[in-house]
T-cell receptor, first 113, second 111 residues
Framework: DTAVSQTPKYLVTQMGNDKSIKCEQN?????MYWYKQDSKKFLKIMFS???????INETVPNRFSPKSPDKAHLNLHINSLELGDSAVYFC????????????FGNGTRLTVT | GENVEQHPSTLSVQEGDSAVIKCTYSDSASNYFPWYKQELGKGPQLIID?????GEKKDQRIAVTLNKTAKHFSLHITETQPEDSAVYFC??????????FGGGTRVLVKP
């Protein structure tokens, strides 16, 4: 009964490939996020959706495209992968869009070779 | 935009001692300050949060203080235990849920 689940946990791929990471939450939350954690553990927001509507879209290459088919799911598709995309990607959810605690998944470690 | 600085980057304490982590933020409009704990191989987990209308909040061995004038907030862990070993992150946000995280503090509690 994992609250926020991401698949896959590990993703190893070559430069130039396209890959997707899936996220699902069973908390009934309205808002979902993608965060990127680099090799120095720095966490930075990439996107946020509230009820399937994009509300935060940080300065991220347009090779990254989030998709929210419903409010329980938020997927991340990455085109033309680059070495610098290697990181841990975390999905998170919150009850509301205003200063609500985030519930994180356990991350997807992406390695681009 | 908001900038959050966190110190120290690593902290080693003896079991039973206290640990203090400090953060400063740049945007005086920030009004929500959560702290997250990240264990190896897992996502960050909220341990305590404080809003700008409160100066201090405590939950068992964990407390957070906020000084809005100086724009800094701190996490205090008392009677540390080995299971407190983890990376701790502070964060800040204003309206909206765009959290800006500090760089993290790796805490090691030595038995």
């Amino acid at each position: 009964d994992t609250a926020v689940s991401q698949t896959p946990k590990y993703l190893v791929t070559q430069m130039g490939n396209d890959k997707s990471i899936k996220c699902e939450q069973n908390l009934g939350h309205d808002t979902m996020y993608w965060y990127k954690q680099d090799s120095k553990k720095f966490l930075k927001i990439m996107f946020s959706y509230n009820n399937k509507e994009l509300i935060i879209n940080e300065t991220v290459p347009n090779r990254f495209s989030p998709k929210s088919p419903d409010k329980a799911h938020l997927n991340l598709h990455i085109n033309s992968l680059e070495l610098g995309d290697s990181a841990v990607y975390f999905c998170a959810s919150s009850e509301g869009a205003y200063n609500s605690p985030l519930h994180f998944g356990n991350g997807t470690r992406l390695t681009v070779t | 935009g908001e900038n959050v600085e966190q110190h120290p980057s690593t902290l080693s304490v003896q079991e039973g001692d206290s640990a203090v982590i400090k953060c400063t933020y740049s945007d005086s409009a920030s009004n929500y300050f959560p702290w997250y704990k990240q264990e190896l191989g897992k996502g960050p987990q909220l341990i305590i949060d404080i809003r700008s209308n409160v100066g201090e909040k405590k939950d068992q061995r964990i407390a957070v203080t906020l000084n809005k004038t100086a724009k800094h907030f701190s996490l205090h862990i008392t009677e540390t235990q080995p299971e407190d070993s983890a990376v701790y992150f502070c964060a800040a946000s204003k309206t909206g849920n765009k959290l800006t995280f500090g760089g993290g503090t790796r805490v090691l509690v030595k038995p």
